[in-house]
């Protein structure tokens, strides 16, 4: 009897970290989606202001720091990468930027890869996938303590 009231228990707290988990994912998906029109529209008035200033034979500004997001092995992964386009071949490349071991990045890397009129933009979500990766390894840690308690009761 008091095993299956356990085990009910267990299951309850399964479900609301797995609920966690979502809610990491999802704001880790709208931070990236986010990132990506709001950059469009700086982006935008950038060109707007350049061809302004220049006519339209302006170059065109490139942006090659770009952001994502996936889940891999129960492991949330946002990354900065860059994209490098060979006009010649016409292929695209792409070049994950290193973290290291903390949750952001190294800002000075991140900026050198940045736009100006990006960069407040590019250090704002930095913060805020941060802040996600550690929420995600405090409920993958919660996650594992549970299943330990749960086993460790079982054998019990």
Same mark, same amino acid.
């Given at each position: 009897m008091e095993m299956t009231k356990n085990s009910k228990l267990f299951k309850d707290a399964f479900k609301v970290l797995r609920h966690l988990e979502l809610e990491i994912e999802s704001e880790a998906e709208?931070?990236?989606?986010?990132?990506?029109?709001?950059?469009?529209?700086?982006?935008? @008035?950038?060109? $707007?202001?350049?061809?302004?200033r220049d006519g339209n034979q302006a170059k065109r500004i490139?942006?090659?720091?770009?952001?994502?997001?996936r889940i891999l092995n129960a492991s949330l992964q946002i990354t900065w990468y860059t994209l490098h386009f060979n006009?010649?071949?016409k292929k695209k490349k792409f070049i994950s930027l290193?973290?290291? @071991?903390?949750? $952001?990045?190294?800002?000075?890397?991140?900026?050198?890869h940045a736009n100006d009129f990006e960069w407040e933009l590019v250090k704002d979500t930095d913060r805020k996938a941060a802040e996600l990766r550690k929420a995600w390894k405090r409920v993958i840690a919660a996650r594992a303590q549970f299943r330990y308690l749960y086993q460790s009761l079982d054998d019990e």
């Open positions: 709208d931070l990236a989606i986010h990132f990506n029109e709001t950059r469009q529209d700086l982006l935008q @008035k950038a060109q $707007a202001e350049i061809n302004a490139w942006c090659g720091l770009n952001l994502s997001y006009p010649k071949t290193p973290k290291g @071991k903390s949750d $952001a990045y190294d800002l000075r890397r991140l900026k050198s």
